[in-house]
């Protein structure tokens, strides 16, 4: 929702950068009962609401802000066919390559985003978020935790009064449909490996949120059935107007076996009775598995639109308390979480491992 202060003309906002502010268990255990925590469930909630029964190709009303985010992602995913990926075709792991497109990103963010809000002195605030929103470069890895940093730049967006409950159907179906697009082709092309030791906390490797949505959409469906995702053909037809379907395609194409076997978790959900209940489960599920896992979320940031302060009150920084040199938080004497885990290559790579050519673009 807007929030006044933020679009009050008469007076003047202290916008600042985002940082680092849940170290502990207990900063998260606080964060869960702050008003951020608060704005983000209720935010995907509504977005949800708003796309509930609607199809991917159906018709929206694209305000203004909508096509300035359809543009901005359109110039990210027109970077990827600029940055070809290095030749590495012996390792599965990420391509260095995806370090000069983050890099491109980092350098631009501040200005697409003020293409975007047309508000110099937020757009280096919500410009964090956009630059977190597509991966590691260190690490070429993409997670749940890079995807709620986009979720967390479109809320910015409405906080400072951009967005209204008029754009949420565009912004799920068009902007968030085309954000997941431009994730997928820098996934394929860069073979971005799965955040965290196992790629445990997205239903895809990657993502999380495209299901939540994805059921939303069909849970007033008369037809569809959870178990409907077992059978190839709908899979195939259905996938062009539903999100979960599309994903389940995604998954069938960079993996071999049934889901049972690689994703059991979609394998159990598919049992469900009805679309309504997966879509009630997806949202306590995202709760529980992405807003309430520290590993996750010590890397969340905050600032003054989304504002939260951990036990620090401001990021952790210390030299020499970096032990696994990924810039993650070890404080306290916690054990190492387990984002710090072994590197996982790419399903995608592998799956293209036995084919002529190693890219899916040429």
């Known amino acids: 929702m807007v929030d006044p202060a933020l679009t009050d003309t008469d007076a003047s906002h202290d916008f600042r950068l985002p940082v680092r502010a849940i170290l502990t268990k207990e900063d998260l255990q606080q964060f869960e009962a702050s008003g951020t925590y608060n704005d983000l469930v209720t935010f995907i909630e509504r977005l949800s609401d708003a796309v509930r029964g609607r199809k991917l190709r159906d018709e929206t009303n694209k305000s203004e802000i909508v096509e300035r985010l359809l543009s901005l992602l359109d110039k990210l995913d027109a970077w990827v066919k600029d940055i070809p990926p290095i030749e590495n075709t012996k390792s599965r792991f990420g391509n260095p390559a995806f370090q000069t497109w983050h890099d491109r990103l980092a350098e631009n963010a501040e200005t697409l985003t003020n293409e975007v809000i047309h508000d110099e002195a937020a757009a280096k605030e919500l410009a964090v978020y956009l630059e977190h929103s597509f991966g590691d470069r260190k690490r070429i890895d993409y997670g749940t935790g890079h995807e709620a940093h986009f979720l967390a730049f479109l809320l910015c967006i409405e906080k400072i009064g951009l967005i209204q409950p008029a754009d949420y159907p565009a912004l799920v179906l068009n902007v ?66 539903y999100m979960y379907f599309a994903c389940i395609k995604f998954i069938n194409s960079v993996k071999t076996a049934s889901l049972r076997w690689h994703s059991p978790m979609l394998d159990d959900i598919s049992a469900a009775k009805s679309w309504a209940k997966i879509s009630t489960g997806m949202v306590k599920m995202y709760k529980a ?19 939260f302060e951990g036990s620090q009150g401001h990021e952790h920084s210390a030299e020499g308390e970096d032990p696994c040199g990924e810039g993650h938080i070890h404080a306290f004497g916690q054990e190492f979480p387990e984002c710090c885990g072994i590197r996982v290559p790419s399903a995608i790579a592998a799956a293209q491992a036995s084919r002529p050519r190693p890219l899916p673009f040429d």
Request: charged share 20%.
């Open 176 to 241: 968030f449909w085309k954000y997941i697009a431009v994730m997928r082709s820098l996934q394929f092309v860069y073979w971005l490996e799965p955040a965290g030791s196992h790629g445990v906390w997205g239903l895809d490797d990657y993502h999380f949120l495209p299901f939540l949505f994805g059921a939303s959409q069909l849970a007033d469906h008369k037809h569809l059935r959870p178990k409907s995702i077992h059978d190839q053909e709908m899979v195939d037809e259905f996938s062009k107007d």
């Open 289 to 307: 598995e992405v807003l309430g896992k520290l590993p996750i979320m010590q890397h969340f940031r905050f600032g003054s639109i989304l504002a």
